[in-house]
């Protein structure tokens, strides 16, 4: 008889959900960019640069499908060990931006004969991805959420939301909610917050962009406390 566990089918599918993501799937990824890195520092084929550079860019231009370590992780990995936390894709997104940018330096850099500088940046990049794909520290992701925030995306900088835009109560103090159905911390906040005195109103990115973008809302989750006109009194998450 065979011990085979079945796993549960993921939530997320990996190619059509895009906008979210499984957590384990970009430390793959990352674990895989790192240990290219290092060996053309070790080895001084500066020509890995340029290819890492490139898969990078062309899973960012064509999708996942295209990504091959994505592909492993989603064909090979995940039906083993199961989907991870799902989380908003974007900060990946921008870190993988990122670590193409510095390997095509790299490249460019190594290609021009400045052998020094194409291995310190390769050197960098093998420390930032190995690091986040070790620890789940990802430099870019927080790059990306400083960059939200400098935008005007932290506390008290959204002043008031429209209550009856946003399909809630207008009059009634309440916390306003930008969800996403497939992300794994959403659902935990929603849960504490369902569980306050003030009633809970959910906003879907995936349905309302546009309101997302009204209201800067870079990472999902993010819950603001409004009172009943609409003036935000705090930002939860």
Same mark, same amino acid.
């Given at each position: ?6 796993? #549960? ?7 059509? &959900? ?25 080895? =001084? ?14 899973? %960012?231009?064509?999708? *996942?499908?295209?990504? @091959? ?6 064909? $090979?990995?995940?039906? *083993?060990?199961?989907? =991870? ?5 974007? #900060?990946?997104? $921008?870190?993988? @931006? ?8 790299? $490249?460019?850099?190594?290609?021009? !004969? ?12 093998? @420390? %930032? ?12 992701? /927080?790059?990306?959420? %400083? ?6 995306? *932290?506390? =008290?900088?959204?002043?008031?939301? &429209?209550?009856? +835009?946003?399909?809630?109560? #207008? ?6 909610? $930008? ?10 906040? /929603?849960?504490? @917050?369902? +569980?306050?005195? #003030? ?7 995936? *349905?309302?962009? &546009? ?15 409004? +009172? !009943? ?9």
């Amino acid at each position: 008889m065979s011990s085979t566990t079945l796993r #549960p089918r993921p939530t997320a599918d990996p190619y059509a &959900d895009t906008d979210v993501v499984d957590a384990r799937a970009p430390r793959f990824l990352q674990a895989t960019v790192g240990t290219g890195a290092v060996l053309a520092v070790a080895t =001084g084929w500066w020509w890995l640069y340029g290819l890492l550079a490139l898969q990078l860019i062309v899973g %960012l231009l064509f999708g *996942r499908r295209w990504c @091959l370590p994505c592909v492993a992780y989603f064909r $090979f990995v995940q039906p *083993r060990v199961g989907e =991870g936390r799902v989380e908003d894709a974007r #900060p990946v997104r $921008f870190a993988n @931006l990122v670590g193409a940018t510095v390997l095509t330096l790299a $490249f460019a850099t190594s290609l021009a !004969g400045l052998t020094g500088a194409g291995r310190a940046l390769g050197a960098l990049v093998a @420390l %930032l991805a190995l690091t986040a794909a070790t620890t789940g520290l990802c430099a870019g992701c /927080e790059l990306y959420k %400083l960059g939200a925030r400098l935008r005007g995306v *932290r506390p =008290g900088a959204v002043g008031a939301l &429209d209550l009856a +835009a946003l399909g809630a109560a #207008p009059g009634r103090p309440a916390v306003v909610q $930008f969800t996403h159905p497939l992300c794994s911390d959403c659902h935990e906040l /929603e849960a504490r @917050l369902a +569980a306050g005195p #003030p009633p809970l109103h959910t906003v879907d990115v995936s *349905r309302r962009p &546009d309101l997302a973008r009204r209201y800067h809302v870079a990472v999902v989750p993010a819950a603001f406390r409004v +009172a !009943g006109d609409g003036t935000v009194l705090e930002r939860l998450a």
